[in-house]
Every structure is written in C-alpha cells, then in structure tokens.
C-alpha cells in the first residue's frame, strides 16, 4: 500500500468519525423532541434510552462475528447510511412503534458501526506506525459539535425532526458512501508476534504466546474493559448531570447551565486533536496516566465548587483529562492482541455502552440517597483505578513503533 493509499484511508475513516458524530448527537441533543412527537411518557422514555446502547452492544458483538468472514470495511461501508437513515426514520414517523424500530435498528446499526470504525482505526494505527487513533476520535468530537449546533439551530427555529435531520442526511449519506471508497485496513506481517511479545516483556505487559499469536483471551482484555467502562461512566456523568448539577447544586443561572457540556465537548475536541502527539512523545502509558489524574482532579473541583465558575473549570478539566482515555484504550487492545484486533476491539467495545448504562443511574441514586457532590466523587474513584491498570496500555509507542517498526502491509477494503 502506498503512502497515498494510506492518507486517503485515514481521510475518509476520519469522515466517517465525523459524520457519526454528527449523527449522535442529532440524536441524543434532540431528545425532548422525539419525547414530545411520539407522546413517549416520562416513565417509558429510560425504556427508550436504555434499549439503543443495550442494541449497540449487541450490534458490537455480532460484528466480532461478522468480521470473521468479510473485511470490517464491508460492515462499516453498510452500518454508516443504515445509521443515517434510521435517525431519518426517528425524524419520519409519527407512532410509537415507529420509534421503536427506528431506534433499534440505530442502536444496533451504531454498535457495528462503532466497533467497525475502531477495528479500522487500529489497524491502519498498525500501518503508520505510530499513534493517530486519537485524532479519529478528535472528528468525532468535531461532527458532535456541529450536531449539537445543527440541533440548537433545529429548535431554535421549531423545525420539526424532520426538516432538521433531512438535509443533514441528504448531504453525509452520499459523502459517507463515496468517502467509503478509499477505507484501508493494515495487514499483519509474518513474524510481528514474535516482535510483540518481546516489546510486551519489555513493557512488563503479561503476554503470553497465545496473545502475541493473537488468541484473544478475556482475562488479558479484563482491564482494558474496566477502564473503557470507567471512562464512559464519567463521560455519561458530565453529559447527562452537568446542566442540573450547576443549576440545582451550584445555584447558576438556566442559560448559565448549558455552558459545561459544551465547554466539555470542545476541550474533548482540543486534547484529542493534540493527543496524538502526546503518545508519540510521551509513550501511552504516560499521556492515559496523565488524563486520569486530571480527569479525578475535574471530579473533584466540581465536588468541593463553592460556584458555578469554579465548577466550569472542573468540567473544562475533565473534558481534557476523559478524551484521551478511550482512543487509547482501543489502541492498547490491538496491541495486545495484533493478530486478532478485530475480535479484541468489538468485544472492548461492548463497555463503553456497560459504561453509559451505569453512569447515569448511578449518579442520580447516589445524589437522591446521599449528595450530588458526593456522587461526584464515584467517578473520580473510578477514572483513578485507571491508574491501576495503566501497564496495560504498554508497550510504550516508542518501543512497539517509534518508526523503527516496519509497516504492515495493507489492502484498500
């Protein structure tokens, strides 16, 4: 594969981040207006909620299966206009069951989606060589912003979910199919299992031959799934608990309380767009280290904020410390396991929907039994057992690739 095959396979799985960016957030920001055109009641709506990650997972977990057979190219060529047209199916119906088959065929789309994009990501990682699955993760961060503003603009102007989500997809379907032209996917090269597992010794990764062979082995994957699930429980926390957290607890103003998240989304977007560079510099280890400190001390501002202002600045940390967590974490996976990625990733995959399941609920019990400030302090606890497992994330870049590797081979999916 040439250099040029290459950038234009990064290019295009960087659209595709994007565009399911977008496609999210078009979903989760417009929630209220879903609830209020289908008549869902408040008691039905955490049905609702809970069913598109739990149909995600399950989507993750077929396509561990689906890639034993075709290229994830193939799954993401098809998962990415089946999630564009099932928000535009959210937007179109009118019963109730219209929701429902709307909504489970995006979840299940969006977990074959997610867990397509990723094995993609690692594997061209794997070709270059060198750390870019965070500025994957950076698009996505970006095509969240715009989604959240095509939003704003949607129920700024009460456009019906329609005519909000119809012109989004009439342009990102066609962009996504024609981009889907150019997806590439590393190839391994006889004898980098060997390489492996002496740059894991070296790391003091616990590899044995079946990992560096590629025979995934859960209990190897066990803390990369934790941290996955951690990250993802304090990324739902800031999401779902910021806006009520600075009105109820911190006494701001409404307008005032829209502020964190999107504070939030735009640091995720500045330290992702940077990170990489960080691991090449610093080693993966070091940078996940780094952003558990910072994302625990966010935590912990918010906790003890005697105002509102002090408790945006805990935001603003714990969008900077959570965004460099989970890219890396993918990363880390098809590291560990180089001969079978794609199984590793689909399954890794799986928790960050266990994570956006738990946080939310979690959160809330503890602020309605205890304190919302004492809730706070959960996720904190959690993003530091991050620092617990951070050997995982070795070997260092420096070691496995730091351009002395030789890059594997790849093919146009």
């Known amino acids: 594969m040439t250099d040029a095959g290459l950038r234009h396979g990064r290019a295009s799985l ?12 078009l979903l989760v920001t417009r929630i209220p207006a879903i609830q209020d055109q289908y008549g869902i009641s408040d008691g039905l709506l955490p049905v609702f909620l809970a069913a598109v990650p739990i149909l995600a997972g399950a989507g993750s977990v077929a396509t561990e299966k689906v890639v034993a057979r075709v290229r994830p190219s193939v799954v993401l060529r098809w ?88 012109p989004v997809v009439a342009v990102l379907l066609p962009a996504a199919l024609v981009g889907s032209r150019w997806y590439t996917e590393g190839k391994s090269v006889a004898g980098k299992g060997a390489e492996d597992t002496e740059a894991g010794a070296r790391a003091g990764t616990d590899v044995d031959s079946g990992s560096a062979g590629g025979a995934l082995s859960f209990k190897l994957l066990l803390p990369l799934c934790l941290i996955m699930t951690f990250a993802y429980i304090g990324d739902s926390t800031v999401s779902n608990w910021s806006a009520k957290y600075l ?22 977007l500045l330290g992702r767009a940077v990170g990489d560079l960080g691991v090449r510099r610093f080693g993966a280890v070091a940078v996940v280290r780094g952003g558990s400190l910072l994302a625990a001390g966010g935590f912990a501002v918010v906790a003890v904020a005697p105002g509102a202002w002090v408790g945006m600045l805990g935001f603003t940390m714990l969008g900077f410390g959570l965004c460099v967590i989970v890219p890396q974490t993918f990363a880390a996976a098809g590291r560990m396991f180089p001969g079978d990625s794609d199984a590793a990733v689909a399954r890794l995959n799986i928790f960050n929907y266990v994570g956006f399941l738990v946080g939310s609920p979690l959160v809330g019990a503890l602020g309605d039994a205890w304190s919302y400030r004492g809730a706070m302090l959960v996720p904190m606890v959690l993003v530091l057992a ?28």
């Open 247 to 268: 009105q109820d607890v911190l006494g701001s103003s409404e307008q005032l309380a829209t502020v964190p998240y999107n504070v939030y989304m735009v640091t995720t």
């Open 386 to 413: 991050t620092l617990v497992y951070a050997r995982a994330f070795g070997p260092e870049p420096a070691r496995y690739g730091g351009g002395h590797e030789r890059p594997r081979t790849a093919d146009v999916g």
């Open 14 to 25: 960087g659209l595709s981040f994007g565009v399911q960016g977008v496609a999210f957030a």
């Open 79 to 166: 998962a990415q206009p089946l999630v564009l047209l099932a928000l535009l199916g959210v937007g179109a119906g009118r019963e109730l069951w219209h929701a429902a088959v709307a909504l489970g065929v995006f979840g299940l789309a969006v977990g074959a989606l997610d867990a397509s994009m990723n094995m993609l990501g690692v594997s061209l990682q794997r070709a270059y060589g060198r750390s870019i699955m965070t500025g994957f993760h950076a698009a996505f961060s970006l095509g969240g912003i715009a989604g959240a503003s095509l939003a704003w603009a949607g129920a700024r102007w009460e456009l019906s979910l329609l005519a909000s989500y119809l």
